[in-house]
Each structure stands twice: as C-alpha cells, then as structure tokens.
C-alpha cells in the first residue's frame, strides 16, 4: 500500500514528506515504547506511535521505517519536525487513536510485524 | 564521512571514536545515526547495517540515560563490525537481571522519551552475534558489541 493511501484511510495531515507519499507501505508497526520498536519493528514496516519527540525520529531513522504517522491528533514540535526533513523521513498526523488506526489498516490487508 | 579523515589502524581497519554524553537527550541517538550512514558509505548489506544501528543505538541511549559520558569506538574490518562502548556512570549491578526482557531501573523521564522497557541489553543482544559487558558499580560499565558480515 501507497502512504498516499494510508493517508486517506486514517484522514492523515501530512506535517512533511509531501513528494514521498508514494512510498510503499508492506507493514505497519503499533507502538508508543521506543525499543519495543527496535525489538520487533521490521525493516520498511510503517511506524504508528504516540511518541511525538525526536527519539521517535531517531528509532525510525535506525530501524529502516520508511514514514511515520503520530496518532492522537498529537504533533510534533518544530526540532522534531526539521529533524524528519533532514532525515527525508515523512511524517503524517492523524486524530485517531492507535488502536483505531490499526485497525483500520490492517482490516485492508496491511499485515503487522508478527514474528521476531 | 570525508576519505582524508578514515584513520586507517595497523591491520587495515577502518577505526572511529565518538563521544557521547549523559543526559543530552537532544543529541541522543546521533552516534548510531552517524555509525549508520558510515557502513552505509562503505557498502555494508541492509540488513547487517540495520543490526548494528540498533545495537549501537540502544547502547547510545543506555550511556545517554544512565552515565555522565561514555565514548563508542566503531572498528570496521573485512569480517566484522566492532563496537565498543565505555562510560563513566553508575555501571551495573546485576549483569544477569539486566539481560532479560522487562526488566528495568529507567526513570519517568527515560520512560517519556520511549525508553525502559526492559529491551535494551536484549535488543542489543538479538542483534549481535557477539556481546560482552563489563561493569563496576560506582565505576562505568564497558560493552563489546561484534556484528559479522
């Protein structure tokens, strides 16, 4: 799946990474403690968190996530913001909660990260 | 990484020091990101790159929350990559407890910034294929990371 269409389907704002929604989406990632990622993240798996600080930046620059979308309507501060852009990291917001939003993709085929 | 600065050991080894210190949450996680852009560079595979990211993070983020300051020595060699990470802190006081999953003596403001949940020493472990720790109460704790090719 495109991150234009996850887009769509969580009714994401996109705080920046505009000319990468074209990035292909093969997994989605739930979580909100950093090296809960680490530990069971895969490579080019999509990150929804609620950690909205530059640690959620960091981990996803390590870990091979391909964008990020911050859930709970929470926004990044303006650092954390231009250290995605540095990193060329797309970073999108959506009000839903993390459960939710989940759901909603995977109810379209998007499988998690299951399997360590 | 500019060519004219890669200090070149005795053996051929591509070899780095990289200063990191306590409580700078602001620069956390820079280390490994620089280390990862390196073996990037030099043409490491993905998936072996993204090993060694991990582990050096987690080890970054452990001298961040734990120590006063600590330095990463990276070493690079045909066969593997090292890592060694020293600091001076309040070290470890049982190595063994500290290993499993779910145990940890991170603070609330550790916890805030998406840390202490008991993965960092197993994740670094998960993501090695050689890991020794060393530490002193009091004193500082040394952790030798080696990642084969």
Redesign the interface.
């Known amino acids: 799946m495109k991150l234009e269409e996850v887009k769509r389907i969580l009714e994401c704002e996109v705080i920046t990474g505009h000319d990468r929604l074209d990035t292909e989406i093969k997994m989605v990632c739930g979580c909100?403690?950093?090296?809960?990622?680490?530990?069971f993240i895969k490579?080019d798996a999509l990150l929804l968190t609620g950690?909205v600080?530059?640690?959620?930046i960091?981990?996803a620059?390590?870990?091979?996530v391909p964008a990020v979308v911050f859930v709970r309507g929470k926004r990044p501060d303006e650092e954390t913001v231009a250290l995605a852009e540095e990193?060329g990291l797309p970073i999108l917001v959506t009000n839903l909660l993390l459960y939710e939003a989940c759901g909603r993709l995977y109810s379209q085929g998007v499988p998690g990260c299951e399997g360590r | 990484m500019r060519r004219g600065q890669t200090p070149m050991t005795e053996e051929g080894a591509f070899r780095r020091n990289f200063e990191v210190l306590g409580e700078d949450?602001?620069n956390?996680?820079?280390v490994?990101?620089e280390i990862?852009e390196i073996l990037q560079q030099v043409g490491v595979a993905?998936?072996t790159v993204?090993r060694v990211?991990?582990a050096?993070?987690?080890a970054e983020m452990n001298v961040v929350m734990y120590a006063r300051r600590g330095t990463v020595c990276l070493e690079l060699t045909p066969e593997l990559v090292h890592l060694l990470v020293r600091d001076e802190g309040p070290g470890i006081e049982d190595i063994e407890l500290a290993m499993q999953e779910g145990y940890s003596t991170a603070t609330e403001r550790m916890r805030e910034?998406?840390?202490?949940?008991?993965?960092?020493l197993?994740?670094i472990q998960?993501n090695s294929d050689r890991l020794v720790i060393h530490s002193t109460a009091g004193v500082g704790t040394e952790v030798e990371i080696e990642v084969r090719f």
């Open positions: 909100d403690l950093m090296s809960d990622v680490l530990a490579a950690l600080n530059r640690q959620a960091r981990t620059g390590v870990a091979d990193k | 949450f602001y956390a996680g820079r490994s990101t990862k993905a998936t993204r990211a991990i050096a993070y987690e910034m998406g840390f202490g949940a008991g993965m960092g197993p994740n998960k």
